[in-house]
């Protein structure tokens, strides 16, 4: 059984202890679907002021909606466009500190007010992105992005 950790270090320690956590839950998982879900429901169980966690995958040119934390959510989202669009289309992580600042931002939950994607990169094939919102603006700051970009590079391995 998964028991819940207290975080209770620095945001570093506690995103290092949410990496492990991960490492712990996928590594002997070879199906994506699985690895996806668990990450999703991980960063969901670690992050506070977030309203939705979850994965998109590249199929065809476009994001199609996979595992996720949150209400329903939109399920294709086109390259370039939106956020997770312009972050896998560009390969960069793309912080946002209001969603309504941003041209061309798809809402799928008018709650959402910040957004943080990180896209999905395998031996340079695109997988899918990260995305992560909040209903608070400017809730992503640089500790997130880096450590969110490692995240994604330990579950990478996994996919």
């Given at each position: 059984m998964f028991h819940t950790t207290s975080y209770q270090g620095t945001?570093?320690?506690?995103?290092?202890?949410?990496?492990?956590?991960?490492?712990?839950?996928?590594?002997?998982?070879?199906?994506?679907?699985?690895?996806?879900?668990?990450?999703?429901?991980?960063?969901?169980?670690?992050?506070?002021?977030?309203?939705?966690v979850g994965f998109y995958l590249v199929e065809?040119?476009?994001?199609?909606?996979?595992?996720?934390?949150?209400?329903?959510?939109?399920?294709?989202i086109p390259f370039g466009k939106g956020v997770c669009g312009t972050a896998i289309a560009e390969r960069r992580i793309v912080r946002v500190e209001d969603v309504n600042q941003f041209p061309g931002h798809i809402a799928c939950d008018a709650a959402?007010?910040?957004?943080?994607v990180v896209p999905i990169i395998k031996n340079e094939?695109?997988?899918?992105?990260?995305?992560?919102?909040s209903p608070i603006t400017n809730r992503f700051d640089e500790i997130d992005e880096s450590q969110l970009g490692k995240f994604v590079e330990v579950l990478a391995k996994y996919l």
């Open positions: 945001k570093e320690e506690n995103y290092k202890l949410v990496i492990k956590q991960l490492e712990a839950l996928i590594e002997d998982e070879p199906n994506r679907i699985a690895n996806l879900s668990n990450a999703s429901a991980l960063l969901n169980q670690f992050l506070d002021t977030i309203n939705w065809h040119n476009q994001l199609v909606l996979g595992p996720f934390q949150g209400l329903p959510a939109c399920v294709r959402s007010q910040s957004e943080i094939e695109l997988i899918g992105v990260l995305d992560i919102d």
